[in-house]
């Protein structure tokens, strides 16, 4: 049976596609998955510093198990606006050009530099934005963490195990226990958090204690060295008020069924840095669905998570960014995620007035 399958077999998995939605989420939430990280490496200490990543395509795979559903994927994102390229000249008449560009918050090489024709737009930019620059400093991380404790632990008396039943407690516990971690040491911890702690392939962990950065911060140090304006968009608090919001159930199911998807997260990822590679950011979600087929009957999920997790911020990021485009000169970088789609960054730049012209490699 091939990954597919094992991934599609709702019988046997009962997958609500909660799983995917978190594992994408690790590249639309550039502070969670900071954060999220340095929790997995020390929680996860024994990850040897050469681990390999073992994913898939799970793409190139469906175009040999089904072409028919592998070309119905592709056309599917090729109708998504902005959704073929991850660099994007912002023009207006009277100023200077800037550039949005969709970054991968993962440690991965392939990811972790600009593109040539990229590289020319940051040196030239005067001003670089990214989603927060607080992750830059630790101090004010803690601080912020500090301030509302709420926000990523049960501070009362509920725990992850008040919302479990009994199957999905054996479930729970069979997993982590596979990954070095005890239900008893994250019992308090939002399940969000824990569940993007266990998303993480072992051959990010290792890179991460190795200390490499996602492109994001090695962006924002380059602009503060070079003597840019360096602009952040949201706060850490924002950020995880976002992922709060949402209902616990949510956050419950998607770590049961994040835990229980195992080694195919690194099927998942690889497929993610594939299109991201390709430019095909409006292709995401297309694919994930179709490893997911069932979770068409989860529109109510599906929809509030859109919502809360990348529609209202990217009005958010557009609102917040347009001073800045209208100074000229800058150079925009945010999750690739935020770019596609009718209410994606993109879009909602066109819609204010903004020329909006891919740039292809």
């Given at each position: 049976?091939?990954?597919?399958?094992?991934?599609?077999?709702?019988?046997?998995?009962?997958?609500?596609?909660?799983?995917?939605?978190?594992?994408?989420?690790?590249?639309?939430?550039?502070?969670?998955?900071?954060?999220?990280?340095?929790?997995?490496?020390?929680?996860?200490?024994?990850?040897?510093?050469?681990?390999?990543?073992?994913?898939?395509?799970?793409?190139?795979?469906?175009?040999?198990?089904?072409?028919?559903?592998?070309?119905?994927?592709?056309?599917?994102?090729?109708?998504?606006?902005?959704?073929?390229?991850?660099?994007?000249?912002?023009?207006?008449?009277?100023?200077?050009?800037?550039?949005?560009?969709?970054?991968?918050?993962?440690?991965?090489?392939?990811?972790?530099?600009?593109?040539?024709?990229?590289?020319?737009?940051?040196?030239?930019?005067?001003?670089?934005?990214?989603?927060?620059?607080?992750?830059?400093?630790?101090?004010?991380?803690?601080?912020?963490?500090?301030?509302?404790?709420?926000?990523?632990?049960?501070?009362?008396?509920?725990?992850?195990?008040?919302?479990?039943?009994?199957?999905?407690?054996?479930?729970?516990?069979?997993?982590?226990?596979?990954?070095?971690?005890?239900?008893?040491?994250?019992?308090?911890?939002?399940?969000?958090?824990?569940?993007?702690?266990?998303?993480?392939?072992?051959?990010?962990?290792?890179?991460?204690?190795?200390?490499?950065?996602?492109?994001?911060?090695?962006?924002?140090?380059?602009?503060?060295?070079?003597?840019?304006?360096?602009?952040?968009?949201?706060?850490?608090?924002?950020?995880?008020?976002?992922?709060?919001?949402?209902?616990?159930?949510?956050?419950?199911?998607?770590?049961?069924?994040?835990?229980?998807?195992?080694?195919?997260?690194?099927?998942?990822?690889?497929?993610?840095?594939?299109?991201?590679?390709?430019?095909?950011?409006?292709?995401?979600?297309?694919?994930?669905?179709?490893?997911?087929?069932?979770?068409?009957?989860?529109?109510?999920?599906?929809?509030?998570?859109?919502?809360?997790?990348?529609?209202?911020?990217?009005?958010?990021?557009?609102?917040?960014?347009?001073?800045?485009?209208?100074?000229?000169?800058?150079?925009?970088?945010?999750?690739a995620l935020h770019l596609p789609g009718e209410e994606g960054l993109a879009r909602l730049l066109e819609d204010a007035g903004y020329t909006?012209t891919p740039v292809y490699e």
């Open positions: 049976m091939t990954r597919i399958a094992h991934i599609s077999s709702a019988a046997a998995d009962r997958w609500s596609g909660m799983a995917l939605k978190l594992i994408a989420l690790i590249n639309t939430l550039f502070v969670a998955m900071v954060l999220l990280t340095a929790l997995a490496v020390s929680a996860r200490a024994e990850t040897p510093a050469s681990a390999a990543c073992t994913g898939e395509n799970l793409l190139a795979e469906l175009a040999e198990t089904d072409p028919e559903t592998h070309a119905r994927v592709l056309a599917e994102g090729a109708d998504v606006i902005h959704g073929d390229a991850i660099l994007y000249r912002i023009e207006r008449d009277g100023v200077a050009p800037s550039f949005l560009f969709g970054t991968m918050h993962m440690t991965d090489p392939r990811v972790t530099e600009l593109p040539p024709f990229a590289e020319a737009a940051f040196a030239a930019a005067d001003t670089v934005v990214i989603e927060t620059t607080e992750i830059l400093d630790p101090s004010k991380s803690q601080m912020a963490l500090m301030s509302r404790p709420e926000l990523t632990m049960f501070t009362g008396d509920e725990r992850i195990s008040d919302y479990l039943s009994d199957a999905d407690r054996a479930r729970l516990q069979e997993g982590l226990s596979e990954r070095g971690l005890q239900l008893a040491l994250v019992d308090r911890m939002k399940p969000w958090l824990v569940a993007a702690m266990v998303a993480l392939p072992e051959c990010e962990t290792a890179r991460k204690q190795a200390g490499i950065e996602i492109l994001d911060i090695a962006l924002a140090r380059r602009a503060e060295a070079s003597g840019k304006d360096l602009v952040g968009l949201e706060t850490i608090i924002e950020q995880l008020e976002a992922m709060a919001s949402l209902p616990m159930e949510f956050h419950v199911s998607g770590l049961v069924e994040t835990v229980a998807l195992g080694e195919r997260i690194d099927d998942v990822i690889e497929t993610m840095i594939a299109l991201y590679e390709d430019g095909r950011t409006g292709t995401v979600w297309p694919t994930l669905r179709v490893l997911t087929p069932e979770a068409t009957g989860d529109e109510g999920g599906y929809a509030a998570f859109e919502r809360t997790m990348i529609t209202s911020r990217n009005r958010t990021m557009a609102e917040r960014v347009t001073p800045l485009l209208e100074r000229g000169g800058a150079f925009v970088a945010v999750g909006i």
